[in-house]
């Protein structure tokens, strides 16, 4: 089954205690993007990648690092998380630049206390 | 920038009903994509509906349709024939072929309930 895999699905932990969290695409999609979604806002995007070894910040990228070492895996990485980070947080994948539809993952609430 | 404004928290409808949610977006593109996803408590992001700007002919995907005016920078979401599955928050998106990044722009969501 073509999807996007996003671990944990929960996750809470305390301010400064660094964290990943993983995203995973069996599509061979070369576009990868991460967004945190909150209360009012929406969904924004923290970062993207177009290929590998190929990122660049979003929107909101304070605080958070990516990578992209291998085409199927976007972590998403928390150095020193604050609770301001605490949010629920999307990987998603899209086939190309000029490809139409994105893969959402089932997303990750992240609580910092 | 773009931005996508939902000017509705809330709406409730009674099943089997027909519910209209707003969209409005502000670009100064002239080609564009517009998105609804739905959002069940799941989480799970689901698309709805797409529409591409240049297209005239509103999209429209069973019980789903838009009524999109681009003159008016409107975009909003019909659904007719309301079932109790379809509670869930709704985002419209936008998505413009011109920024490198690609990037879904959203809106602050509308909460559908629907009543039985």
């Known amino acids: 089954e073509a999807q996007v895999t996003q671990n944990p699905r929960y996750l809470i932990t305390v301010t400064g205690k660094k964290l990943t969290v993983t995203c995973s695409q069996n599509m061979n999609h070369e576009y990868m993007s991460w967004y945190r979604q909150d209360p009012g806002l929406g969904l924004r995007q923290i970062y993207y990648?177009?290929?590998?070894?190929?990122?660049d910040k979003g929107d909101v990228p304070e605080g958070y690092k990516v990578s992209r070492k291998e085409k199927r895996n976007f972590p998403l990485i928390l150095e020193s998380p604050s609770p301001n980070q605490t949010s629920l947080y999307f990987c998603a994948s899209r086939r190309d630049r000029l490809g139409y539809g994105y893969t959402f993952g089932s997303g990750t609430r992240l609580t910092v206390v | 920038a773009q931005t996508v404004t939902q000017s509705q928290p809330e709406m409730s409808v009674q099943e089997a009903e027909t519910v209209t949610l707003s969209c409005t977006y502000d670009?100064?593109?002239?080609?564009?994509?517009l998105f609804w996803y739905k959002q069940p408590p799941s989480r799970q992001m689901i698309l709805v509906i797409r529409q591409e700007a240049y297209k005239q002919q509103n999209a429209t995907e069973n019980r789903f349709s838009v009524n999109f005016q681009k003159a008016a920078k409107s975009f909003s979401l019909k659904i007719s024939d309301s079932q109790l599955g379809d509670a869930a928050m709704y985002f419209c998106?936008?998505?413009?072929?011109?920024?490198?990044?690609?990037?879904?722009?959203f809106g602050a969501g509308t909460i559908l309930r629907v009543k039985s």
């Open positions: 670009t100064s593109e002239s080609d564009y994509y």
């Open positions: 990648s177009m290929n590998v070894e190929v990122t």
């Open positions: 998106a936008y998505r413009s072929p011109l920024e490198y990044g690609n990037k879904l722009v």
